[in-house]
């Protein structure tokens, strides 16, 4: 069996990193945006930005905030006993408008 993983959120902890680095980015751009919906998912949804707004803020961002992302606790070690079992793992994330699959063999 193959089991796919994504990697933002699910296997780190990215969100909290999204929200201050994009609360940063606003406020250092004097950008009329604030967070409005704290549950979405999307950027576009959180401070109602438009797409292109978006689009810049993660080409300028991105490294920085996934340079601090850590992985959730066991997340390595579930992943290795799924392994033991036989299962195989796709790593998939969606980041730069690619979907990437990642598969450990």
């Known amino acids: 069996m193959i089991i796919g993983i994504d990697i933002d959120d699910t296997l780190t902890y990215l969100y909290d990193i999204k929200i201050k ?3 940063d980015y606003i406020k250092k751009n004097k950008m009329p945006y604030k967070l409005v ?3 979405a998912n999307f950027l576009s949804d959180m401070f ?3 797409a292109e ?5 993660w080409l300028k961002e991105s490294d920085k905030m996934l340079s601090k992302v850590k992985a959730r606790d066991y997340a390595s070690e ?3 006993r799924l392994r033991q079992r036989g299962y195989k793992i796709v790593i998939i994330t969606a980041r730069n408008k690619a979907i990437i699959f990642l598969l450990f063999f």
Not at 53 to 57: G, H, L, V
């Open 48 to 50: 109602d930005w438009p």
């Open 53 to 57: 707004e978006c689009d810049k803020f």
């Open 37 to 39: 919906k704290s549950d």
């Open 21 to 23: 680095t994009a609360q």
């Open 78 to 80: 579930v992943i290795k």
